[in-house]
């Protein structure tokens, strides 16, 4: 399972807060929890005005990058930002996103990324927003695989995020995303799916339950990526106990591990 660290985010309250102070150390300390937390990529978005964007992501690739050896995860929904803040990442790290909402992205993100070990989020939405159908989502991945295909990047440098609706919206929404989940795996076997983890709860009252059992069939039907806060320890104690019973922990050695450094499980005095 990869764990694409979600916490350094301007969207979350306390993190603009931090960007607009300039506080380095909490920036830092994000980074620090996430990385020992079981991080393998830390996503870093502005999400600030867009004249400062650039700018912003800069500062916050160097400060993680100073503290963290793991790769970066950058986060824009502008593909000209991620091309200008491209050459600040010391290391390859995933590219987050391109999508079929607009021409621009694909054809400044997967020549930008041609012949280099980065990797690449595509989502399944394009100019008529996200598809509430399987199909649509199917249709939008193989565009998005074939044209990669086209700089040589293979699926298996791809993660697709099939874009969950809230269930409170569609009741149907994660049959739908394990459907399309399970299809695309099929048709690209080395391709890696991916999703946020708190898109499905929207709207409904206590959502960590609802996100820690999406976690769980979501990585049944497949999905091997993930965009959340392993500092999170209910989180992380789902993702664990699912790698258990899917038998992808060999002798429970990650599980226990992370109980006996006391990641998980209830904390100790
Ligand atoms: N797909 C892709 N990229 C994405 C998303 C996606 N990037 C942004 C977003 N969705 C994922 N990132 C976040 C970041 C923070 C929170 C939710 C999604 C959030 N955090 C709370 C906090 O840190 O205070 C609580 C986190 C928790 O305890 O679980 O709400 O869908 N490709």
Avoid at 2 to 31: C, H, M, R, W, Y
Avoid at 94 to 111: A, F, R, T
Avoid at 208 to 233: C, H
């Amino acid at each position: 399972m990869i764990i694409i660290g979600e916490k350094i985010n301007g969207t979350i309250p306390s993190v603009e807060k931090a960007i607009k102070e300039k506080n380095e150390q909490f920036i830092a300390d994000l980074a620090i929890r996430q990385a020992e937390a079981g991080a393998d990529y830390i996503d870093v978005c502005a999400g600030t005005a867009p004249e400062i964007e650039v700018e912003t992501l800069k500062w916050l690739m160097e400060i993680v990058q100073d503290v963290v050896d793991k790769p970066l995860c950058i986060d824009s929904p502008n593909p000209r930002t991620i091309e200008a803040v491209f050459k600040y990442a010391k290391q390859p790290g995933i590219i987050n996103s391109v999508s079929e909402e607009s021409e621009d992205k694909c054809n400044i993100i997967y020549p930008l990324i041609q012949g280099t070990d980065w990797q690449v989020i595509g989502l399944t939405c394009d100019s008529n927003g996200i598809p509430s159908d399987v199909e649509t989502r199917i249709d939008i991945t193989k565009i998005l695989v074939e044209k990669a295909g086209k700089f040589g990047i293979t699926p298996d440098r791809i993660h697709i995020d099939p874009l969950v609706i809230a269930v409170s919206t569609d009741n149907q929404s994660l049959l739908k995303f394990i459907e399309a989940t399970k299809k695309i795996k099929e048709m690209y076997p080395s391709i890696h799916i991916t999703s946020g983890l708190s898109n499905i709860s929207f709207g409904m009252p206590f959502r960590r339950i609802i996100n820690q059992n999406f976690l769980a069939l979501a990585m049944y039907a497949g999905m091997d990526s993930a965009i959340m806060d392993p500092t999170n320890r209910e989180m992380l104690g789902t993702l664990l106990a699912t790698q258990v019973l899917l038998g992808q922990d060999r002798h429970c050695r990650k599980f226990i591990t992370a109980y006996r450094k006391g990641q998980i499980g209830p904390k100790k005095e």
